[in-house]
């Protein structure tokens, strides 16, 4: 059910807390408005800029906040209006430490019901890149990651609610930037009892202090770089683009007066049907190389039964359950990134190849599910990608 879009944004710029002092009051970013005209951040914190936070004052802690970003906002697919994305103007306090910061994100139904499908969803910083005719480009740093409920929740059924814990993201919510939610909805589409989308209510809980590990620099490895404001898909399986190409290896510069570092990543795999019921139903291990070590994770999730929806929802998947969070791969790379001024990041996954792979017209491939068509259908059988996010985090 999802669009195959092969951008990839491959930056790495440093996103620094340039200078943390006293608290100062925030306000609120009300008014989300529709994503076809957002409008983008470019102050603090945008990602624009580079600097050092090494010399700065990052012990003063800031005032004990909370910031709105989506108040109670819709986002639905329609027959005459697309808002699967919308985007919020929000400002951050541009200067304090905070002990925690955490990401409440609530899913409401609108007027006539949820729509009943599991549905990918996110919530990312926006960057402008670049302007033409031909539209605009756009950076998405990725800052959460969820999917909805599979089944039309009953009236007493509790609506799902999460809380990220998004505090060694402090360097990237600085200052007035635009944040962006999306959910991979298709409906309203004319079809009866699908419902109409999902009401999204975001607030950033920032708790006066200093945490144990003091973050000051962000640096994406691999983010989203597109002209349709959607997240891009990585295709897997397909020898024709590999994807070692979509994801290359990275040579990032590390931040002035950083001493210790973690990746923080996102990693889910969707598309079904295909030879080994691949990625959505499909176990395979991913490999971040971080200099010459090599950092092997199976992503897959086995508790799906623990949240509330119908259907299949408690089959294990490749890093998602429907109606949870999706739980980001935190790992430590102090003593992997080395002593010079940058270090290489690369990424791999399990060698596959996808031999039903929606080419011959009509007939049955190899390892098709169920006797699936070999074409893909948008529904029963998807082509097999990853959605892949990560970040480079430095501490001082």
Same mark, same amino acid.
């Given at each position: 059910? /999802? ?5 990839? $944004?491959?930056? $790495?710029?440093?996103? !620094? ?8 009051? /925030? ?15 470019? @102050? ?14 990052? @012990? ?5 906040? &909370?910031? +709105? ?54 919530? !990312? +910083?926006?960057?402008?890149? %670049? /302007? ?22 009953? $009236?007493?059924?509790?609506?799902? &609610? ?5 505090? #060694? ?36 809980? +920032? ?38 190409? %979509? ?11 950083? !001493? ?19 990625? #959505?139903?499909?176990?395979? +291990? ?10 092997? #994770? ?35 790379? &102090?003593?992997?990134?080395? !002593? $010079? ?19 011959? @017209? ?9 006797? #699936? %068509? ?23």
């Amino acid at each position: 059910m /999802s669009r195959c879009v092969r951008l990839l $944004a491959l930056g $790495a710029v440093v996103v !620094s807390v340039a200078s943390v002092g006293c608290g100062s009051s /925030s306000s609120s970013g009300q008014g989300a408005t529709s994503g076809n005209d957002a409008s983008v951040g470019n @102050d603090a914190g945008s990602g624009l800029d580079s600097s050092s936070g090494d010399d700065a004052p990052i @012990d003063d802690a800031g005032a004990t906040t &909370t910031i +709105m970003a989506f108040d109670h906002t819709n986002v639905f697919f329609g027959p005459t209006t697309n808002q699967r994305t919308v985007d919020a103007p929000v400002s951050f306090p541009s200067t304090g430490t905070y002990s925690s910061i955490i990401l409440h994100v609530a899913l409401t139904c609108p007027t006539g019901g949820c729509d009943v499908w599991d549905r990918f969803g996110s919530i !990312s +910083m926006v960057t402008p890149v %670049s /302007s033409s005719d031909a539209g605009t480009v756009e950076s998405l740093t990725e800052i959460a990651r969820f999917v909805t409920p599979y089944g039309l929740p009953a $009236a007493n059924d509790p609506q799902p &609610t999460w809380d990220f814990d998004v505090t #060694e993201l402090r360097p990237l919510l600085s200052g007035a930037v635009t944040l962006r939610a999306f959910i991979d909805t298709w409906v309203p589409q004319n079809v009866t009892n699908e419902g109409y989308g999902w009401v999204v209510t975001a607030s950033f809980e +920032m708790t006066a202090g200093t945490p144990a590990h003091v973050p000051i620099a962000v640096v994406p490895i691999w983010v989203w770089t597109t002209s349709n404001k959607e997240p891009t898909e990585i295709v897997y399986g397909d020898p024709a683009n590999p994807i070692s190409s %979509s994801l290359p290896p990275q040579t990032v510069t590390l931040p002035t007066g950083a !001493s210790s570092y973690s990746v923080r990543t996102f990693i889910t795999g969707h598309g079904q049907a295909n030879l080994d019921n691949c990625s #959505e139903f499909c176990s395979k +291990m991913h490999t971040w190389t971080v200099g010459t070590t090599a950092n092997t #994770e199976a992503i897959w999730r086995t508790d799906c039964a623990s949240f509330p929806s119908a259907g299949t929802y408690q089959y294990s998947r490749a890093g998602w359950c429907p109606g949870a969070d999706v739980e980001p791969w935190d790992f430590d790379v &102090t003593s992997q990134v080395g !002593s $010079a001024a940058s270090t290489t990041i690369s990424y791999g996954v399990d060698a596959y190849v996808n031999t039903c792979n929606g080419t011959a @017209d009509g007939g049955v491939c190899t390892g098709c599910q169920a006797g #699936e %068509s070999c074409q893909y259908d948008g529904s029963d059988h998807t082509q097999p990608f990853y959605y892949v996010s990560s970040l480079l985090i430095g501490y001082r």
